[in-house]
């Protein structure tokens, strides 16, 4: 059924695929549990015309295989370099709170491995401030952390209390106006690593795929690593992959 859908939006000149779902890593034939995820990808790919492209949304890094790994690596004139990691902590202590099926290790390792063959990989992730316990010293293990990995985005949330929850219960609750102070800090941290990776990219032809038009024949798209970009232009653009570059005032121009 997915792969017959894949081909419906393909023939309707849709030309990106958002693969997305709920613990989506988890994703099995229901039919044949020794599909997983990785051979649908594969098989998405197989039929994916050249000049279309497929993004993937969140994947935890324990679920992501060798297999995938290798897939983006393989093909990344369809499989987009972009990926979508949620860290939630950069502290091994709090993540272990979080009961979290990965380790910091293992995020590096896999990360490190993509960034080899991918120069162009950009990373976005999701992260948890004020957890249970978090101190000082173990919040500027999440900043250093995610500084050190460079994020190209950050989405930052504080920790809320939610009934029922084992974290509910736990001690050491943080204070609001902390949790406040820290994603104030990170959100400066995810804008300054953003305009970081966009520097690598000044001049550098990119594919736009135009997804919206604004006003006064304006357009806005983004490219194959996730550069929320807008151009100008007189002709229709809407739904067409245009080529592009950026000038040192991140500003996109049609080349």
């Known amino acids: 059924e997915i792969i017959e859908e894949v081909k419906r939006l393909y023939k309707s000149d849709y030309r990106e695929l958002v693969i997305t779902g709920i613990d989506m890593g988890s994703y099995e034939d229901?039919?044949?549990?020794?599909?997983?995820?990785?051979?649908?990808?594969?098989?998405?790919?197989?039929?994916?015309?050249?000049?279309?492209?497929?993004?993937?949304?969140?994947?935890?890094?324990?679920?992501?295989?060798?297999?995938?790994?290798?897939?983006?690596i393989n093909h990344s004139?369809?499989?987009?370099?972009?990926?979508?990691?949620?860290?939630?902590?950069?502290?091994s202590e709090i993540v272990k709170a979080m009961h979290r099926k990965y380790d910091l290790e293992e995020f590096v390792e896999k990360v490190?491995?993509?960034r080899k063959h991918l120069p162009y990989l950009a990373l976005s992730t999701d992260v948890i401030v004020g957890f249970p316990g978090e101190t000082e010293e173990?919040?500027?293990?999440?900043?250093?952390?995610?500084?050190?990995v460079g994020f190209m985005r950050l989405h930052v949330f504080p920790y809320s209390r939610r009934p029922g929850t084992l974290a509910n219960s736990m001690k050491e609750q943080v204070e609001q106006s902390v949790k406040n102070d820290r994603v104030r800090r990170l959100i400066a941290l995810g804008d300054k690593?953003?305009?970081?990776?966009?520097?690598?990219?000044?001049?550098?032809?990119?594919?736009?795929?135009?997804?919206?038009?604004?006003?006064?024949?304006?357009?806005?798209?983004?490219?194959?690593?996730?550069?929320d970009l807008m151009v100008e232009s007189t002709e229709d653009l809407m739904g067409k992959m245009v080529k592009v570059s950026i000038d040192k005032d991140f500003k996109a121009h049609i080349i």
């Not at 990785?38 to 060798?66: A, K, V």
């Not at 004139?77 to 502290?91: A, F, M, N, R, T």
């Open 30 to 72: 229901p039919n044949d549990d020794e599909y997983k995820l990785d051979d649908l990808i594969e098989d998405i790919i197989i039929n994916t015309p050249d000049g279309y492209r497929i993004r993937i949304s969140s994947l935890e890094t324990s679920q992501m295989t060798q297999k995938l790994l290798d897939l983006f």
């Open 77 to 91: 004139d369809k499989l987009v370099s972009h990926v979508h990691i949620p860290l939630q902590s950069g502290s």
């Open 112 to 114: 490190n491995y993509l």
């Open 138 to 148: 173990l919040f500027m293990e999440t900043y250093n952390f995610i500084e050190k």
């Open 193 to 227: 690593l953003s305009k970081e990776y966009m520097t690598k990219f000044i001049g550098v032809p990119l594919d736009l795929l135009i997804e919206e038009k604004l006003e006064d024949n304006k357009y806005r798209g983004y490219t194959q690593n996730y550069l």
